[in-house]
């Protein structure tokens, strides 16, 4: 059972910087693409960032600029920098991959996501 902990939410000013990690368990048993997620209360869950096998990134255009997603070579590992953090980026924050196969889960650009880690809370002041 593929297992995601997604680590290092926090409270900052506007402006800051953070850096969120997500742990992937069994990481064979992941697909090529992997993403990090948000979702604030009343609102559906959206994209913030996805790379791919080949390492190709895609960025909500909120986000283009001033947060990074990234992997470790062995895949294991997933993060977000995250720069110049502003009062609308706060939200839950979620890590997801998919599975390697070509169907169920959830589609979002070109990936279809499978797992899901817990969601680590990020607050921005004004």
């Known amino acids: 059972q593929v297992r995601l902990v997604a680590s290092g939410g926090d409270s900052v000013p506007a402006g800051g910087s953070l850096r969120l990690s997500c742990s992937i368990s069994?990481?064979?048993?992941?697909?090529?693409?992997m993403g990090w997620f948000r979702q604030v209360p009343g609102k559906e869950r959206e994209v913030v960032a996805m790379i791919y096998g080949d390492g190709g990134t895609i960025y909500t255009d909120s986000v283009k600029g001033r947060f990074t997603i990234s992997r470790d070579s062995a895949k294991t590992d997933l993060y977000l920098q995250m720069n110049n953090l502003q009062p609308q980026d706060s939200a839950s924050y979620f890590c997801?991959?998919?599975?390697?196969?070509?169907?169920?889960?959830?589609?979002?650009?070109?990936?279809?996501?499978?797992?899901w880690g817990q969601g680590t809370q990020v607050t921005v002041s004004a």
């Open positions: 997801a991959a998919s599975a390697p196969v070509s169907t169920g889960g959830t589609p979002y650009f070109g990936c279809r996501i499978h797992y």
């Open positions: 069994d990481y064979t048993a992941t697909g090529s693409c």
